[in-house]
């Protein structure tokens, strides 16, 4: 038994001196993986951490050579500044109406075009999402003269109202939400129809939460494109007092182009909606990759 047993324990020696080399390269490679990782991420924040930075120096602070990462004597001064140079509140309002409304009609439509595309069968379906799906290759400049002429003929030019219908309805947003709602086995629906229950209730009460990880990163990628146009607002709004951040923080920093401090300022509070929507949905954009992922 003792001859055995020392027997075995010579065999199983190799093997865990084999193994050895494996878990060392294994965690060195782990290491330069989170190493190369932490680069990436710092090249990415570096540019934010600097306009943060920028925006509570004074102006000579930040013309100083060399330059000084953090404030030595933070200050206020420039958001101050920017808020009573500027009808900076009113271009927030209406980046936020827009975004918001923007985002809502969007998460709407598409939970319902992208549940009915997976779910039910009409004429035409087949050929119906081909062709939503072909929008998707078209280029924003091709619509911009039909979409300008559309909104002079019904008079929303000039009004938040131009900005807010043509997100209303996104081709991408019905075919993320389809694919989510493909998955969702038939028998559940089935199953709640048996019990009485109409297409609303099914929708609102069954897929909604089933799709919730997809709606929250839809919703997320829709107020950040939204929240960032430029193109559009340009061409049907002339209004200063009815432009969106994006439009104003261009005249604000061309009018204040020697004034860094105020740039940095306008630029800051400009990100912090952005920023917040991000951390609050953050979750649940991960989540909606993952899934995607295993689909």
């Given at each position: ?16 001196s084999?193994?050895r ?7 060195v ?16 924040i570096?540019p ?26 933070p ?18 309002r ?7 409304a923007?985002?809502g009609?969007c ?9 009915i ?33 559309i ?22 947003g ?58 559009w ?16 923080l ?40 993952v ?5």
């Amino acid at each position: 038994m003792a001859h055995a047993v020392q027997t075995a324990t010579r065999v199983a020696q190799p093997a865990v001196s084999r193994r050895r080399p494996g878990s060392r390269t294994k965690i060195v490679g782990q290491w330069l993986l989170v190493a190369a990782f932490t680069i990436g991420a710092l090249a990415f924040i570096a540019p934010l951490l600097l306009m943060l930075s920028a925006s509570f120096k004074p102006i000579a602070e930040i013309l100083r050579v060399p330059p000084t990462f953090l404030p030595e004597a933070p200050t206020l001064d420039s958001y101050r500044t920017v808020l009573e140079t500027a009808p900076y509140l009113a271009w927030y309002r209406n980046s936020l109406v827009v975004a918001t409304a923007v985002t809502g009609f969007c998460l709407v439509t598409s939970g319902l075009g992208g549940y009915i595309f997976a779910k039910f069968e009409f004429p035409l379906k087949k050929p119906l999402f081909t062709v939503i799906l072909a929008t998707m290759m078209i280029p924003f400049p091709v619509l911009l003269i039909p979409q300008y002429l559309i909104a002079n003929k019904l008079g929303l030019l000039n009004s938040l109202w131009a900005l807010i219908l043509p997100g209303v309805v996104s081709a991408f947003g019905i075919f993320l939400v389809r694919q989510f709602v493909a998955g969702i086995p038939n028998d559940l629906i089935e199953a709640a129809r048996l019990d009485g229950a109409s297409e609303w209730a099914i929708f609102i009460r069954i897929i909604v939460p089933l799709v919730r990880p997809a709606l929250a990163a839809l919703g997320v990628f829709t107020f950040l494109i939204s929240w960032n146009d430029y193109l559009w607002p340009l061409v049907a709004i002339n209004d200063l007092e009815k432009s969106t951040i994006p439009l104003a923080l261009t005249f604000f920093n061309s009018t204040h182009a020697t004034r860094y401090d105020l740039v940095m300022a306008s630029a800051a509070m400009a990100v912090v909606p952005v920023l917040i929507v991000f951390i609050i949905f953050q979750r649940h954009i991960v989540k909606a990759l993952v899934l995607a992922g295993m689909k």
